[in-house]
């Protein structure tokens, strides 16, 4: 399946995960993910997303557009393929694992990605059905700096060197 992403993406504060599980559509889960080798412009990654009852695996690719937005396709594979992409891992990159916890709001949906190599911040990513569509942040959150189009904060250039962790008051 191909599809364009759009997507506004936000360092925010960590928050509390537990008055997050509390948000109805709450689902929390996690993420393997690696880096596979690509042709120049494309990005390649397979993904192991742990549910409580199932493991979903996947492989996507990436053209980008700009810095808001991609041309996406993926696809579900079983673990015996995902166990051989994984040996096509790109050069100087590590695995990812994070945990993502996603849950609806102003009929969008909120994913929020905590990485092990922060301890007061995460990421948080809006998809967007249009460009022009503003995103409707939860009260609860605190941003700390929109990221979007930054591409350190994207999780192929974090598999290469993970940003600092960005201090706020």
């Known amino acids: 399946m191909s599809e364009l992403e759009i997507e506004r993406k936000y360092v925010i504060r960590l928050p509390d995960q537990d008055a997050l599980s509390r948000i109805d559509g709450y689902e929390c889960t996690e993420i393997i993910q ?18 409580p009852e199932r493991t979903v695996y996947t492989e996507t690719s ?22 051989r992409l994984v040996s096509e891992q790109a050069a100087g990159t590590r695995t990812i694992r994070k945990w993502r916890h996603s ?22 990513e809006i998809e967007l059905p249009r460009r022009e569509t503003e995103p409707c942040i939860p009260p609860f959150i605190k941003t700390i700096r929109e990221v979007t189009g930054e591409r ?15 201090s706020y008051l």
């Not at 690696?34 to 549910?51: F, I, Q, S, W």
């Not at 999780?155 to 993970?162: I, P, Q, V």
């Open 34 to 51: 690696t880096y596979l080798t690509a042709r120049e412009g494309e990005t390649r990654r397979v993904r192991a997303r742990k549910y």
């Open 62 to 83: 990436k053209l980008r557009v700009d810095g808001m937005s991609a041309i996406e396709r993926e696809r579900e594979i079983g673990e015996t393929e995902y166990l």
């Open 152 to 166: 350190k904060y994207s999780n192929a250039s974090m598999a290469r060197a993970f940003p600092e962790e960005l």
């Open 103 to 124: 849950f609806p709001w102003c009929g969008l949906v909120i994913e929020i990605d905590v990485y092990p190599e922060w301890k007061r911040s995460c990421i948080m």
